[in-house]
């Protein structure tokens, strides 16, 4: 079928469990462009209950691929809640897949749906993909402009408890920038309040939140009075126009 593709110029592409022996797996993928392989999960306990196979011979699949075939190849996880989705397993799978197969193979995650002989699990909420992501990326450091900006309470209220739960699973450093100050402090570790171009406040939130300085309190209490005027200083508006006139 591949060798009939390739006579009318069709490419062979394939989405593949990835589970072959050496002899059969070689043949095959001499007449494949492309395949796409199910990493199922990353976990050999995962594929002996769930699969009734093994991961290690996955894992030969894909370094086979990787080091004796020009295929290109990309690899997919379909996330199933409480199956394997765990922080840990996601960094496993990563670090293996940049380790062992290089930071450029295409690696996608997957909702799962509850179908078949599967109805009794819920599908996959769409944090556990951000999750997922962050993990496999594992930045050292992640930057929010304004996260909350928008929101009603109850998206404030889930936003901020995903960035900081985001923070600890990776054991990263967030910056967060933000006008929104009770979200803010109830993440942070600490605290910078900008004005003028220059810091004029530091600290942790409780510190913040007790600062004498008259800059600090205005904005931590959104007072519309204080060194910061709430009304741009201007000439009156009759006096202005008159003095255009003239």
């Known amino acids: 079928m591949a ?39 990353f976990t050999e306990e995962f594929y002996h209950k769930m699969c009734v196979g093994h991961l290690g011979a996955v894992l030969e699949t894909l370094e086979y691929l990787k080091h004796e075939t020009s295929v290109w190849f990309e690899i997919t996880t379909l996330l199933i809640p409480g199956e394997n989705d765990s922080d840990a397993e ?64 109850i998206s404030k209220g889930v936003i901020a408890k995903l960035i900081r739960e985001l923070n600890q699973s990776l054991g990263i450093t967030s910056i967060v920038v933000s006008h929104d100050v009770a979200e803010t402090c ?4 600490y605290a910078y309040l900008v004005g003028d171009g220059r810091i004029i406040g530091e600290g942790t939130p ?17 007072l519309p009075d204080g060194p910061v005027p ?11 126009l008159t003095k255009s006139a003239a």
Not at 4 to 15: D, E, F, L, N, S
Request: proline residues 8%.
């Open 230 to 240: 709430y009304q741009y200083p201007a000439d009156d508006y009759i006096q202005d």
């Open 3 to 41: 060798d009939a593709c390739h006579a009318r110029g069709i490419k062979a592409v394939a989405v593949t469990a990835g589970y072959q022996c050496a002899e059969p797996r070689a043949e095959f993928y001499g007449h494949m462009d492309a395949a796409n392989v199910d990493l199922k999960a």
């Open 186 to 189: 109830m993440i942070s570790d």
């Open 90 to 153: 996601l960094h496993g799978e990563s670090q293996w897949i940049a380790e062992r197969l290089g930071p450029d193979v295409p690696l996608h995650f997957t909702a799962f749906h509850p179908d078949w002989k599967m109805t009794d699990q819920p599908p996959t909420p769409g944090k556990t993909l951000t999750r997922a992501r962050a993990i496999a990326l594992e930045p050292m450091m992640i930057m929010y402009d304004e996260p909350f900006t928008g929101l009603d309470p």
């Open 206 to 222: 409780a510190e913040v939140q007790k600062s004498k300085s008259e800059h600090v309190r205005q904005f931590m209490d959104g």
